[in-house]
């Protein structure tokens, strides 16, 4: 009986063992949404640098958010996909400063941005659960510089960057369990920061 099954089994997996050798991680007409934290935002670590180099006083905090986002990509063909990125990351610098008359201020540096982009994708390899892509993108990118302080009177505006552009060019890419989710990994420069992942869900 135990033969009987084995041979049964055997020969099962020898029937569908071709269908899995060609099948496609992805192919024309899957939709994939990704989610993704990303690591390695330019402006955190800018900030960071500047401010352990400059013997500034104690008291200077840097703190980040993101890179994190939504991506979404429609295969027009096995290899070609369109898409579209939302992505978000912040850098926020706070320091505390005592004045001649004894009184502590705190002043903060806050910066933000926003993009919203077009990807096109190419996907070098599709095979069983894995797909590796190449990735451009390009589109509207918004950032704005705040100052503020608990200080009497002091103002300062909120300013907007002068180049409202955000891109990305990197390689991605996703392994998943079963046919409908899975994980994504990137590494890169632009939206997005040097490195990201999160997971994938595919319709």
């Known amino acids: 009986m135990k033969k009987s ?5 055997l020969s099962l997996f020898m029937i569908g063992a071709p269908e899995m050798a060609n099948a496609q991680a992805v192919k024309e007409g ?33 703190t980040g958010l993101g890179p994190l986002g939504v991506r979404g990509e429609y295969l027009v063909t096995d290899k070609l996909g369109l898409g579209g990125d939302i992505g978000f990351n912040s850098t926020k610098v706070t320091q505390d400063q005592l004045n001649s008359s004894n009184n502590v201020y705190r002043y903060t540096f806050y910066t933000q941005k926003i993009g919203v982009m077009v990807t096109f994708n190419y996907h070098f ?9 190449g990735v451009f993108g390009g589109g509207y990118g918004s950032r704005t510089y705040t100052f503020t302080s608990t200080e009497p009177n002091y103002s300062e505006p909120t300013v907007k960057g002068l180049v409202p552009i955000s891109a990305k060019l ?3 890419i996703r ?5 409908q989710v899975g994980f994504n990994m990137g590494i890169g ?3 997005g920061g040097i490195l990201n992942g999160g997971l994938t869900i595919k319709i």
């Open 175 to 179: 392994y998943f369990f079963n046919d």
């Open 125 to 133: 390899i599709t095979k069983d659960n894995l797909d590796f892509y």
């Open 5 to 9: 099954l084995l041979l049964i089994a």
């Open 30 to 62: 899957t939709i994939l949404i990704d989610a993704y934290y990303g690591y390695g935002s330019l402006y955190t670590a800018a900030f960071k640098a500047a401010y352990a180099n400059s013997g500034s006083p104690s008291g200077v905090k840097v």
């Open 189 to 191: 420069f632009g939206q």
């Open 170 to 172: 990197g390689l991605g």
